[in-house]
């Protein structure tokens, strides 16, 4: 196949596996020639003109962009957990109802319409951080892997690739037993939780890789968490953990264990160039120089971090520590990385009261190249030969960019656009979204209505 993108951002292939802000350009070429083969790109040719079979993208042509962080199921909270006061801890018991109401057929049908909304905003991978495994009981299905197996194939129907992190949940916090909803979160011990996701074998390897996850240390006792972090080592797979997302998690850890929770996952061996700490919110220095110094990447979420009253995180000291950074859009209180993205620049202004922390091609960089390598996809994320042919393009029509001069494409993008700009997606060389219209899923927001309506009524 044969593209011709009016602008093409290629700035990404210089930062790829090495961290934000590592070479990264905010450099826009015109008349860029893009072909494809299978589900690769095999020859990028900027300055030239639209051969006469060429599929034109008008507007601003990216890589397509990774979510690191996503929990499905929490789509459905979107507009119906915003009224009212209350924290992290009011917000979870709304969550817990949801994760209650869901089977293997529910879950597929309401993640095949969450994905279908991520390909949409031009998301061509999620990470999908896997925790409702069993029924509401605790009991397993007949295939113990029903949930994660419907997750996988809800992202082949909806044209995206996943990284399934299937996540280790044991105790319902620091020394205290599972209790309703949580039960089905649970395989008792780490051990148990290894052979199950063992087990996992996708049909489809081309869109699905399977990670590990520890929910947390509130989730995994101490002398679990080194049998997590093995599995992901045997089988050179991500692993993903949500850390000090409250400082209630860190004085609980402080207080069963002597140590914060970043320390405790070094003395498990759960830090490194695979491990991705998702949140980071709540950090000490050594906690930062800790996590830089071990290469673990970090997932921002920041419309989650904000919306559930959370904090600001020290993403910019995390990444000149030494730590790679990905965005994720979590309980998907909107879909976008391009707010994502923005937030992280947004709030560090708001942290420290100055501007210009990061630029548009550093934020570029962690919802692409370095997105899709914290999942597991290094040769995504880049428009390059030999890369997933990826392609998200935006339009620049709307009231939104309208106006945006060449030289400063990036930043109008970054800054300004949202998902409903995106116009045309192609995922491994495959066209899913042609004129904003998915091509798999013929009405999202049907789909997603009676998705959401089938667990909340």
Not at 24 to 32: I, L, R, Y
Not at 83 to 93: I, N, P, S, V
Not at 99 to 104: H, N, S, T, V
Not at 316 to 329: E, F, I, K, Q, T
Request: with cysteine; aromatic share 6%.
């Amino acid at each position: 196949m044969i593209y011709h993108a009016e602008y093409a951002w290629l700035g990404a292939g210089t930062g790829a596996g090495t961290g934000v802000g590592a070479g990264v350009g905010d450099e826009v070429a015109p008349d860029v020639l893009i072909e494809t083969t299978g589900d690769r790109f095999t020859r990028v040719v900027p300055g030239v003109p639209a051969p006469p079979d060429a599929v034109r993208l008008p507007g601003l042509t990216l890589p397509g962009m990774a979510d690191a962080h996503s929990h499905a199921f929490h789509r459905a909270l979107r507009g119906r957990v915003q009224a009212g006061r209350g924290t992290f801890w009011t917000w979870r018991e709304q969550m817990y109802a949801v994760a209650a109401r869901l089977d293997p057929d529910s879950y597929h049908a309401f993640a095949k319409a969450v994905y279908a909304e991520m390909a949409l905003a031009g998301i061509s991978c999620v990470g999908e951080f896997h925790y409702l495994h069993h029924g509401p009981d605790g009991t397993p299905y007949g295939d113990p892997n029903a949930m994660g197996e419907a997750l996988i194939e809800a992202a082949r129907e909806a044209g995206i690739r996943i990284t399934l992190l299937d996540t280790c949940y044991l105790t319902g916090g620091i020394g205290k037993d599972l209790e309703g909803p949580q039960h089905r979160f649970g395989d008792g011990t780490a051990a148990a939780w290894a052979d199950r996701v063992s087990a996992l074998r996708p049909a489809g390897p081309a869109h699905a890789l399977i990670g590990a996850a520890i929910h947390s240390v509130r989730a995994v006792p101490r002398e679990q968490i080194q049998a997590v972090a093995a599995w992901a080592e045997r089988h050179a797979a991500p692993l993903h953990v949500h850390l000090s997302e409250q400082p209630a998690e860190n004085l609980a850890c402080q207080e069963a264990y002597g140590r914060t929770p970043t320390e405790l996952l070094a003395d498990g061996g759960a830090l490194g160039a695979r491990t991705v700490a998702v949140h980071a919110t709540h950090l000490r220095d050594t906690d930062i120089e800790l996590l830089g110094g071990t290469r673990t990447g970090v997932c921002m979420c920041p419309t989650t971090e904000r919306d559930l009253a959370d904090g600001i995180g020290p993403a910019r000291d995390l990444v000149a520590a030494g730590s790679p950074m990905s965005l994720g859009s979590d309980q998907h209180a909107v879909i976008d990385l391009f707010e994502e993205a923005r937030a992280v620049e947004l709030d560090e202004r708001l942290r420290t009261r100055h501007r210009g922390h990061w630029t548009a091609g550093e934020l570029l960089a962690a919802a692409t190249t370095d997105g899709h390598a914290a999942l597991g996809w290094p040769e995504a994320g880049r428009i390059e030969p030999g890369a997933h042919a990826d392609l998200v393009t935006v339009g620049l029509d709307s009231v939104r960019l309208a106006g945006s001069t060449p030289g400063h494409l990036a930043e109008s993008v970054v800054f300004a656009a949202s998902a409903a700009d995106v116009r045309h997606v192609v995922v491994s060389g495959r066209e899913v979204v042609r004129d904003g219209h998915h091509r798999l899923v013929d009405d999202v927001p049907a789909a997603l209505f009676a998705a959401i309506t089938a667990v909340t009524q």
